[in-house]
């Protein structure tokens, strides 16, 4: 066998034939995922629900997986059917995608790559920020005010597509709608996307959804069954939006991204309102148990409206570190671009337990 050969020097090839990916690709700090802890109640660091997979999901599963030969339904016509019930819109605005980060990696490929503006608060969803730099998007941020988004000064920032999360991941705060409306009127942005993935965490007055803004073309609203519907690892979430946005998307999106199994477990989840209801009021509650502990220990937290609070850590690093010891993960304020800071999610009870441990012997 021959002896292979140094192939030509190509774009992208470095001076010693290193493949290089595109510089926009090199430059970008890599998203930080939450590191599970050692346990399951430990585990603060995803915003995911304490609660496990309800029997009704694990039955659908077990149901679904007969028929892995078969590819899935493409469009999730089932599940789009159900969700434009639920939600009082035609089935045709809504596009289900593997976990709302596709939709997201979607929406910039459609309206900003290659160039486009995209338009984020600072500190941002890191996702959204990433898939615009991916892509070749500028990513004009525009810093929080009083811990949130400023919509003022996003206002006069024109953009291809402005992200605003509702309530906003890391902050937890969250918008009144007649702000959002009044936004939607004024801004410079051509399209608008609403991430909700903690909505339904809201309190009552301010759990008010910007899906019936949709109708005005500009605006598209992002959801998730990663929260609410605790299914994180099945990866499913879904936008609505015009009928023209969720065609222009359907293009060329990655035709069978969301499994059958994912769109199983999703069905029985959207038929089990009840969990959903239990879910959000054990999380409007603990979620004010939890800053009240670290209040306790002298730590101030924002308000927050959504599954985690923000807990303002001076000395971020060595709390990360002694509730690490306790059996806790907890997420740096440093990777999410609010050095100072630590967030938790709302823990199940035996995760209030280590938590008080460890709080307690310091
Ligand atoms: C968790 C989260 C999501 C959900 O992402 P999935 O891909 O649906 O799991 C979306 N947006 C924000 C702001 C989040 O924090």
């Known amino acids: 066998m021959a002896a292979a050969s140094p192939g030509p020097e190509r774009r992208g090839a470095g001076a010693r034939g290193r493949l290089r990916p595109r510089p926009a690709i090199e430059a970008l700090t890599p998203y930080v995922p939450g590191r599970p802890a050692g346990s399951r109640d430990g585990s603060l660091a995803s915003n995911e629900s304490p609660l496990p997979t309800s029997a009704a999901v694990q039955r659908a599963l077990r149901a679904a997986g007969h028929d892995l030969n078969r590819y899935p339904d493409p469009l999730a016509g089932e599940l789009r059917a159900r969700l434009g019930e639920e939600l009082g819109v035609d089935p045709e605005q809504v596009l289900v995608g593997n976990g709302s980060d596709e939709l997201i990696y979607l929406l910039v490929i459609a309206y900003a790559a290659g160039g486009g503006r995209v338009l984020c608060a600072d500190p941002p969803y890191r996702v959204h920020e990433i898939a615009a730099l991916a892509l070749g998007a500028e990513v004009v941020r525009v810093p929080l005010r009083d811990w949130a988004h400023d919509l003022e000064q996003m206002a006069g920032v024109e953009a291809e ?28 942005a051509r399209l608008v996307a609403v991430d909700e993935a903690y909505l339904d965490f809201c309190d009552d007055a301010l759990a008010v959804s910007s899906i019936p803004l949709v109708a005005s073309g500009r605006l598209v609203c992002l959801r998730t069954f990663s929260k609410i519907a605790g299914l994180a690892g099945a990866r499913v979430g879904y936008m609505v939006g015009s009928v023209e946005i969720v065609a222009a998307l359907r293009r060329f999106r990655p035709a069978f991204s969301v499994s059958s199994l994912a769109q199983a477990a999703a069905l029985a989840a959207l038929a089990d309102d009840r969990r959903r209801q239990r879910l959000r009021r054990y999380t409007i509650r603990s979620r004010r148990r939890l800053a009240a502990l670290f209040r306790e220990h002298g730590y101030a937290s924002l308000p927050s409206q959504a599954n985690f609070i923000l807990v303002l850590a001076p000395d971020e690093q060595r709390l990360v570190e002694r509730l690490a010891a306790a059996g806790i993960s907890a997420r740096p304020g440093s990777t999410l671009g609010v050095p100072g800071a630590v967030r938790l999610s709302v823990p199940s009870p035996a995760g209030f337990e280590l938590l008080e441990r460890a709080l307690a012997g310091s």
Not at 167 to 180: D, I, K, M, S, V
């Open 161 to 188: 597509l402005a992200f605003i999360g509702n309530p906003h991941n890391p902050t937890g705060t969250a918008l009144p709608r007649e702000q959002l409306e009044h936004f939607l009127r004024t801004c410079r």
